[in-house]
């Protein structure tokens, strides 16, 4: 192996060490934007891997789960009565239902387009007024120290409605029964997004949000609510899990070392 080569090995080397996670506590940041692409859905993220994304409601129309693809993303419904995207079981599944009064109509969205599915029906009254922490709709099965980016979907173009609101995001500990959580590890905020507005102000007129927030959760917790009052609500929700730098930088080291041993074989 000729000496630019070892450079190039120990270079690398550094910088995977560099790169490495180390212990850390919760992290968060994000933000929203207005929905610009109505007719492909480009703003939906397609970075990392999909852990899993939903179509908010508790009870769909005529008991049925309606789900729909935006951008690749296919977007699981929920069932009357269950608690988990596609009706699976809580192992199995990336969301829980964690209380809020669902709403179905068409005319939700009148802007058509990649949203339009998902806009048909909505989650509002999640806050629980009489609780400070432990209210929200539950994203589970998560992994402490895992980098992941979640997308909150807010849809709402009805004429004469417009709605202002904050979304609260707490790290949670559920105990595998249903959206029961854990007492002995209360809720903990780890971020905050405010004036996020949606609706059509009076006229027909596509005004979405989406808010795009990247975070990681403590040991001992497993979970992260989304909160949203001031008549808030959300339409869906995508969970994909991002890879860390020291992550990239373990496939470089790989493939550095597959050209190493390629070229020891050919002076061989």
């Known amino acids: 192996m000729n000496k630019q080569l070892l450079g190039s090995v120990a270079t690398l080397c550094g910088l995977l060490a560099i790169a490495a996670p180390a212990v850390r506590g919760a992290t968060f940041s994000g933000s929203s934007s207005d929905i610009t692409d109505f007719a492909n859905g480009s703003e939906v993220s397609t970075a990392g891997t999909l852990v899993g994304a939903v179509n908010l409601l508790n009870a769909n129309v005529g008991g049925v789960g309606v789900s729909t693809t935006i951008n690749g993303v296919l977007f699981k419904g929920t069932q009357p009565g269950a608690y988990h ?8 599944a990336s969301f829980v239902y964690h209380g809020g009064d669902g709403y179905a109509d068409s005319n939700l969205w009148t802007s058509g387009g990649a949203y339009d599915t998902l806009a048909d029906s909505q989650l509002y009254g999640i806050d629980n007024g009489n609780v400070n922490v432990g209210d ?3 994203v ?6 895992q980098q992941y980016q979640l997308q909150v979907f807010m849809l709402d173009d009805r004429s004469g409605v417009s709605k202002t609101f904050p979304l609260q995001f707490q790290q949670a500990a559920f105990t595998g029964n249903f959206d029961e959580l854990n007492s002995n590890t209360p809720a903990v905020e780890i971020g905050y997004i405010g004036g996020i507005t949606i609706g059509g102000n009076g006229v027909h007129q596509a005004n979405g949000e989406i808010a ?9 917790y497993n979970g992260l609510l989304v909160n949203t009052w001031d008549n808030g609500a959300i339409n869906g929700m995508q969970l994909r899990a991002i890879p860390e730098p020291s992550t990239l930088a373990l496939g470089g080291l790989a493939g550095l070392g597959v050209l190493v041993r390629k070229r020891q074989t050919k002076k061989a």
Request: negative net charge.
């Open 85 to 92: 995207e596609g009706a699976q079981p809580f192992a199995n």
């Open 136 to 138: 929200g709709y539950g």
């Open 140 to 145: 589970i099965n998560l992994v402490p120290g």
């Open 212 to 220: 795009t927030v990247n975070f990681t959760i403590d040991a001992g």
